[in-house]
């Protein structure tokens, strides 16, 4: 199982700063269900444990930055135990499935909607087919205003929804997306000469000066509403994948909301 992930999400893929791989578990072990979720948190392994999953690939890693001590003293901790405690392994894809072809944002660009053939944003260097983000183009064109609204239809209700920057009524014929946070990511879309870039986690100076000079208009989603469509497109290449090779797993994906903000509320006029 592990060498047919690490197939599909090659480790060296991953930035140097990121975990990925296997976490907890025994690689020998039989796996008969693999649930497929965003973030490795009590939530999802509740639901992991209630489905009795033998492992969970998750796109979050546990321990990014690593640590000295998985004692149950913390909510890591407790995963962990909890894990081990069940048989149940623990399997990171980050951003080794970001860049991947197809990966995390071919999978975004699909559920708000682009179509025709994807190209990455930011290619990974030799490899054109891999690389951050996607542009696409829309079927037909669209009002920004118009745009937001299937990309909301298009991925999964969190509290916070869409926050949209730019013209409502503006033309969009090419849209950039990117799973994740996209602040990195630009000026890199100014560049591709898209009318729009959809992504998440935008901060107000960045996004501010970026629409003051005339980029592209900026969709803002919640960060795990971006990458909780790759969750069906990864488990359907891994059964596709073993399938082929005569092995038959059960796959879930994961509908538990574990995006962090729960609510919102509207501050009173002054």
């Known amino acids: 199982m592990v060498a047919e992930l690490e197939t599909m999400y090659d480790p060296t893929w991953a930035e140097t700063w990121d975990a990925v791989g296997l976490v907890c578990g025994d690689p020998g072990a039989e796996v008969r269900r693999v649930l497929f979720a965003v973030d490795p948190v009590r ?72 179509t025709g053939d994807l ?37 999964p209700r969190t509290a916070s929804g869409l926050r949209v920057a730019g013209d409502p009524h503006r033309v969009l014929h090419r849209v950039a997306v990117s799973g994740g946070a996209g602040d990195s990511l630009l000026s890199t879309a ?41 969750l069906a497109d990864a488990a359907r290449q891994l059964t596709t994948r073993l399938r082929a090779r005569g092995i038959t797993v059960e796959t879930r994906v994961s509908e538990t909301v574990t995006d962090a903000w729960t609510t919102t509320a509207q501050c009173e006029e002054t």
């Open 43 to 114: 939530a999802t392994v509740t639901e992991a444990l209630d489905w009795k999953a033998d492992l969970i690939v998750t796109h979050h890693p546990l321990y990014l930055r690593g640590t000295t001590s998985v004692a149950a003293t913390t909510a890591k901790g407790r995963v962990i135990h909890t894990l081990i405690r069940n048989d149940v392994a623990l399997y990171t894809a980050h951003t080794n499935a970001d860049v991947a072809d197809p990966g995390v944002s071919d999978s975004l660009a699909r559920a708000v909607g682009l």
């Open 119 to 155: 190209v990455p944003l930011l290619p990974a260097g030799a490899e054109p087919r891999r690389g951050l983000g996607r542009v696409g183009s829309l079927p037909a064109p669209l009002t920004l205003a118009e745009f937001a609204a299937r990309a909301a239809a298009g991925l």
């Open 190 to 230: 100014r560049a591709a000469g898209v009318d729009a870039f959809l992504t998440a986690d935008l901060r107000h100076h960045p996004a501010s000066e970026f629409v003051e000079s005339g980029g592209p208009a900026l969709i803002d989603a919640a960060h795990w509403a971006t990458e909780w469509p790759w």
